[in-house]
């Protein structure tokens, strides 16, 4: 059975560029950054290979055009994204060498939203963390994600204040029936074509 796997990033920006992307975006609230490190040991103790995560952004561009790319303030217990808890939104994720980095707007007009808003304006410190499901393979000192791993969101989440933070979550069993609300049938279709498509490109 898989499990919910965490990773934390420091989300920078100051005050002066809070300001700037709300007179830049008709007052909304939008932040640019760092979203999650490939082939990199994080504060969990995990690596995430490249290749896995160039396939999982690669798939998360389908929730991101069907604005769907929701996320929630502080990590829940389970693999489903609650709507009531959504803070922010995902606009757009890239690769640039082993970083994926991307465009979050702050849903100021949901409670949870407003809530991360004011947070984040009044210079609180705080990361942005992918959630996802998958297994790990020990070696040596960390783990390293295996192919099973599946992106469901980052969210947003106050800094850590000792390495394995998040480690409870990896306790967290994830059912077969949780990942089915989480990604719908063309979800998994399209999953399923996206490794067709890069199978044939490697050949």
């Not at 803070?87 to 994720?93: D, G, L, P, Y």
């Not at 809530?115 to 390293?144: F, N, P």
């Amino acid at each position: 059975m898989s499990k919910l796997l965490t990773t934390w990033e420091p989300l920078e920006y100051t005050p002066e560029a809070i300001k700037e992307a709300k007179e830049s975006s008709d007052g909304k609230l939008i932040l640019k950054g760092i979203l999650q490190k490939a082939d990199t040991l994080n504060q969990n103790g995990r690596i995430y290979p490249k290749h896995i995560l160039e396939r999982e952004v690669k798939n998360y561009q389908k929730f991101i055009v069907e604005n769907r790319a929701l996320g929630e303030c502080d990590h829940p217990d389970s693999s489903v994204i609650n709507l009531k808890n959504a803070s922010h939104i995902v606009r757009e994720a890239h690769f640039e060498g082993n970083t994926v980095m991307g465009t979050v707007e702050i849903l100021t007009k949901t409670p949870s939203g407003a809530i991360l808003a004011g947070l984040i304006e009044s210079g609180v410190k705080l990361g942005i963390s992918s959630r996802g499901v998958g297994s790990t393979t020990r070696q040596g000192d960390y783990y390293v994600v295996q192919e099973d791993f599946q992106l469901i969101c980052w969210d947003f989440v106050s800094e850590p204040s000792t390495p394995n933070a998040f480690m409870l979550a990896e306790g967290v069993n994830v059912s077969d029936e949780d990942l089915r609300k989480v990604f719908n049938k063309s979800d998994r279709i399209h999953r399923i074509i996206n490794d067709i498509l890069d199978l044939k490109e490697k050949k």
